[in-house]
Structure formats: structure tokens, C-alpha cells
């Protein structure tokens, strides 16, 4: 079931400009038998990744940030950015001033 579940998805996702252009054409993806699966882009300044699970039930979307400074400015507008995800769950943040390689929304 998940194999054809998960075709089914890169399939869909194929016919779908908007997805291609940033993600890239997922048909001819190898056959995951994992029970998730996620799809990432690189930019300068950010890295969006969408992991979909089947078995949690839930989709996360997490973008990584290796620009402390780019991070920092869009802390300062977490209530926005909140208010305007409230509607599709929790929105977890890092803080600005951690010692870390990377940052996480």
C-alpha cells in the first residue's frame, strides 16, 4: 500500500507546474517503501523541506537557515509569520542567538 501511495504522490506531484518548477519532476523517483518521504530545495538563503508521514499522520514543513542575519530579521516578524500559519498548526522556532550551524522554522 505505501509503494503505490507513494508513486501515486510523485505521479500527482509530476502533473503539477507549480511543484515541478521548485521541486523538480518527482516521477521518476525511486520507489519509497518508507512510511515518509520529503521534498527539498536549495536557495541562498533558506532551504525549505516538506516531509509528508503516513504512519505520524502529519506534514511538516521546515526551512533552514545557514544566514544567521536573514534568520534574525524573519524572528523579528514571528507574530506575523504565526498569525498567519495559526490556522495550519504549530509553528516552532529556533532562537536567533543559539550556537548552531543552522536555524529552523
Sequence with gaps: MRRSFWNGLYEYAA????FVD??????????NSDTWTSFGVGSEICHPDGTL???????????????????????????????ILANLGEVMWNEPEADKKNWHL
Design 15 to 18: 502533473t503539477r507546474p507549480d
Design 22 to 31: 521548485v521541486y523538480g519532476d518527482p516521477s521518476g523517483r525511486k520507489t
Design 53 to 83: 508521514n503516513i504512519r505520524g499522520g502529519y506534514i511538516t514543513v521546515d526551512l533552514y537557515f545557514a544566514d544567521t542575519f536573514q534568520y534574525a530579521k524573519l524572528y523579528t516578524m514571528r507574530d506575523s509569520v504565526e498569525r
